[in-house]
């Protein structure tokens, strides 16, 4: 109470935690490292990623992007290739610890 009245404000100890979290994730060597591995993606590959992990279909992504389905198929593959993850999901992972959005 003495710090509330003194103007500073308080917060509650879960908020606070997920905050601390979630600035401290973005520093942590597996952001560092997912960026590594999305930085070897050629720029249509990064752009493809992206729409990816937003949970477009292939279909979107083409339409999106002004290609055919088997292109977006294509870049997808060698998207899960490049970064050595199995499916979409894990590729979707690595995405969102790096900070593409």
Known sequence: MHLVAAGSAMRHPSAARRLIDR????GQPQATAARTRIERLTPRERDVLTLLARGDTNAD??????MRE??????ASRILATLDVTNRVQATLLARDAGLN
């Open 23 to 26: 600035y401290h994730r973005a």
């Open 61 to 66: 992504i083409a339409a999106r992007l002004g």
């Open 70 to 75: 088997s292109t977006v198929k294509a870049h």
